[in-house]
C-alpha cells in the first residue's frame, strides 16, 4: 500500500512538474507540405516552415516531426526556414522495400537534401535521426561538403547503445517490444515506463506524446528500426566527417547513455559536446530553449 501510495504521488507530480513545452509538445509551426522519393521509391512526407537560413530536423525512432516541434516554432520565430520530414514507416512517409539500415536513412536525408535543393543547411537529428545524419555525412561527404553547414546531434548513437551501470552484454530490445506495447496501455501505470526516456522531472504532456508515438508507429516498423539500431556501428566512419558539429546530451539519458554521446564528440575531428545536467533522451521537449541556441549557433557559425 505504501509503495502505491509513493507511485501514485509520483504519478501526480507529472502534472504540475515545469513543461519546457507550454504543454504542448506536437504543434508545427504553420508551413507548406513536402514530399521528396526515396531510392526505393518510398514517399517521405513532411513539412517546410519559415523563411531564412535553412534547418532540416531529422526525428527519433517513433516519433514524427511532431517530437521536434517545440525546437521548430522557436527557429521559425527567430528567423529561420525548417524543414522536417517523417522518417520512412513514421508519420505520413511510406515504409518503402528497403532494409532498416544506417545506409538507408543516410539515403533518406541524402534524398530530401538534394530533392528539395537544400543549401548551406544545418542538420540536426535526434536520436535515430541523429544516426540518420551521421550516416548521411559518412556516405556523402562530397553532397554534405557543397549543401551541409554542420551536424547538431541530439542524444544520439553511432552504435548499439551501452549501459555503463551493466556489464558489457548484448541486449536485442526488439524482443521486448510487444511487452512495452502492452505495458503502456493504461491511463497511468503505463506512464511509468516512460521514465527512463525523460530526465529527473518529466511533464505528463511529454510522457503522453511519447506514449502515442510509440503506438502509433507501425510494430514491423518499430521493430525492424530496434534491430538496426542494436546491429550496427558507424564509428569507425566518425574521423571522415568534415563538417562542424556539436552533440547535444543528457546527463540522465538512459537510452542513448552520455558515454556514447561523448564517444561521438571524441572522434569526429573538431566536435564539441554541450552537456545538460539533470535532463533525459527526449531534449527537444524537455530543453528546446538550449537545443535551439545550440542549432542557431551553428546556423550562424
Known sequence: MLAKRSLDARIASWSTNADTTGGDPLTMPDGSPVEVTADDGAVLRGLDCGEGPTIVLVHCWTGTIGFWAPVARRLVDAGFRVVAVHQRGHGDSDRGT????????????????????????????????????????????????????????????????????????????????????????????????????????????????????????????????????????????????????????GTHDQLTFLPGNEEIAELILGARIEVLHGLGHMLPWEAPDQVTEQIVQMAKG
Open 98 to 249: 528497403a532494409a532498416y539500415r544506417p545506409e538507408t536513412l543516410g539515403a533518406d536525408v541524402r534524398a530530401v537534401v538534394q530533392g528539395l535543393d537544400l543549401r548551406d543547411a544545418v542538420i540536426a537529428g535526434h536520436s535515430m535521426g541523429g544516426l540518420a545524419a551521421i550516416a548521411f555525412a559518412c556516405q556523402n561527404a562530397e553532397i554534405a561538403s557543397e549543401r551541409i553547414k554542420g551536424l547538431v546531434l541530439v542524444a544520439t548513437l553511432a552504435a548499439p547503445p551501452k549501459d555503463p551501470r551493466l556489464p558489457d552484454i548484448d541486449l536485442d530490445i526488439s524482443k521486448f517490444l510487444p511487452i512495452a506495447d502492452r505495458a503502456m496501455k493504461p491511463v497511468d501505470y503505463g506512464l511509468v515506463g516512460l521514465l527512463g526516456v525523460f530526465g529527473t522531472r518529466p511533464a505528463r504532456s511529454q510522457m503522453e506524446a511519447a506514449r502515442a508515438g510509440f503506438v502509433m508507429t507501425d510494430p514491423d516498423t518499430r521493430r525492424e528500426a530496434a534491430a538496426m539500431m542494436m546491429d550496427f556501428d558507424l564509428r569507425p566512419e566518425l574521423a571522415n566527417i568534415d563538417l562542424p558539429a556539436v552533440i547535444v546530451a
